[in-house]
């Protein structure tokens, strides 16, 4: 039989999916944002104007699923688990809830201090060095993400001037194995970033063909031989309202 590594095509239905498990929510916002920081998802849940309308469920515990009115419009919002398979179950449930539009926004290892500064990074490609895409879509070294996405994420930042490069990131299920050869040979490939989902969430958004943005900053660098933790704020995460409603502008955009 082989893995799924080695599989030219993705066409057997699934012994069950998330339609199957989760139950549909009348008037479930279409647009949903996710994010990996317990932290602004807590600011924005704290809000008077939040509710929570549904909740994760898993065997480490449940994760809540909020809405809030944004300029005419309901926006479901979470946090999303780190780790592509975690990440992308979560994605499959609130798309089975109701959602048909998704935004992501993290964190990531950035590769090229030179090239990404204090840049906002929008993915245009994702090299799969992991494994949940493959369960998607066929084998290949990368991914791309849609230009229409790319184009829309591009237009939000330029009008609420933000400064952004646009570049391969480099999907990685092993944190604590990103190794000097590894990285080095990722940097010559033109790869920026290095981060646990992108490639996936590209995939299964392709797989469920939900429209789906996904935007970077930099967390640490693994530019030179010693790693180093950037002070976030050079990110305004001390403003960290300000990503998630960037994030909330491109889901009305797209």
């Known amino acids: 039989m082989g893995t799924i590594f080695q599989k030219n095509a993705i066409t057997e239905p699934?012994?069950?999916?998330p339609f199957d498990t989760t139950k549909k929510i009348e008037d479930f916002p279409e647009i949903c944002v996710s994010t990996f920081s317990e932290n602004i998802i807590q600011k924005f849940a704290s809000?008077?104007?939040?509710?929570?309308?549904?909740e994760l469920y898993t065997a480490n515990g449940a994760l809540p699923v909020y809405k809030i009115y944004y300029k005419n419009q309901d926006i479901a919002f979470y946090l999303s688990r780190v780790g592509a398979p975690a990440c992308v179950a979560g994605f499959e449930e609130v798309v089975a809830m109701g959602a048909?539009?998704?935004v992501m926004f993290g964190s990531c290892g950035v590769l090229d201090d030179e090239k990404v500064k204090d840049n906002m990074i929008i993915p245009v490609s994702a090299v799969r060095d992991e494994g949940t895409s493959y369960h998607y879509i066929a084998p290949s070294e990368e991914i791309k993400a849609s230009e229409y996405s790319i184009?829309?994420?591009?237009?939000?930042?330029e009008f609420f001037g933000y400064s952004y490069v646009k570049g391969k990131t480099w999907t990685s299920d092993a944190i604590y194995r990103e190794t000097i050869p590894a990285i080095e040979e990722r940097r010559q490939e033109g790869c920026l970033a290095v981060e646990m989902e992108c490639a996936s969430m590209l995939a299964v958004s392709q797989y469920r063909q939900v429209p789906f943005i996904q935007f970077l900053y930099g967390a640490d660098s693994l530019s030179s031989e010693k790693w180093e933790i950037r002070d976030l704020e050079l990110y305004g995460l001390t403003n960290a309202e300000k990503y998630m409603l960037l994030a909330f502008e491109c889901g009305l955009a797209l």
């Open 100 to 102: 048909k539009k998704f």
């Open 14 to 17: 699934a012994l069950f999916t």
């Open 47 to 54: 809000l008077k104007s939040v509710e929570k309308i549904a």
């Open 151 to 157: 184009r829309v994420l591009q237009n939000v930042l």
